[in-house]
């Protein structure tokens, strides 16, 4: 169908109409599509690799200057997780001992051992040993130890067995998930304040350990936050 406008000539409705893009719009727009399926496989990767044991660190268990055993120290010869870590019950953090510490004993007790070396040129010298660090939380994170262990949270909560470890290794996540669960289910971690270096402790004749732990929680008014604060100060 043809149609005459004022001034003459004639204008086709049939014509096709043709939209030029300019030059760049076509890479752009593959570029776009490329761009926004990468991006989906970096998140999944992100979430997979985020949420994978090697990631939260579980089974960490570095070497150390001093091959120290907790299985030997702790398990055989019975030693308190607070003659070395003195400061749990007073202060955030779960301090390394000084060099001294392990003098006490072996001043006298294995005085040539090569594997003591670095403990003898410790104490020599007033150097510190260069223990690596296991558990260690992200510095956005606080935690305080003694908050947790004056209100009867055990060492092996955290740690595991250390007693049964000839090395340290990380036994838990440590993730946010893992301590709102345990915020949310205290009567599941705690026992009495007294007995929180006992390892494999279980509560006194035939008391279910969750029955234990409701009393525990209800009697002692233990309520945990569980709001952000709590952890990112």
């Given at each position: 169908m043809d149609l005459e406008p004022e001034g003459g000539g004639t204008v086709s409705w049939n014509a096709p109409t043709r939209v030029i893009f300019p030059a760049w719009v076509d890479p752009a727009v593959k570029g776009a599509i490329a761009l926004a399926l990468a991006g989906g496989g970096y998140v999944t990767l992100l979430v997979a690799f985020g949420a994978s044991p090697k990631t939260t660190d579980v089974g960490y268990a570095p070497v150390q200057p001093v091959p120290y055993s907790h299985a030997l120290h702790v398990g055989e010869l019975g030693l308190d997780c607070r003659y070395c870590h003195t400061g749990v019950e007073t202060g955030a953090k779960a301090n390394i001992p000084p060099t001294q510490t392990c003098m006490n004993c072996h001043s006298k007790v294995l005085t040539d051992s090569p594997l003591l070396a670095p403990v003898r040129?410790?104490?020599?010298?007033?150097r510190s040993v260069e223990w690596v660090r296991v558990h260690d939380l992200p510095d956005y994170v606080f935690f305080n130890h003694s908050a947790h262990v004056m209100r009867g949270?055990?060492?092996?909560?955290?740690?595991g067995r250390v007693d049964t470890m000839e090395v340290v290794r990380q036994e838990e996540t440590l993730s946010m998930a893992w301590c709102v669960d345990c915020h949310r289910h205290p009567e599941e971690r705690v026992r009495p304040p007294e007995q929180v270096t006992h390892m494999g402790w279980a509560p006194p004749g035939d008391q279910d350990r969750a029955e234990f732990g409701r009393d525990f929680v209800r009697r002692n008014h233990i309520s945990p936050a569980t709001d952000c604060s709590t952890c990112h100060r």
């Open positions: 040129e410790s104490a020599r010298t007033g949270v055990g060492c092996e909560e955290c740690h």
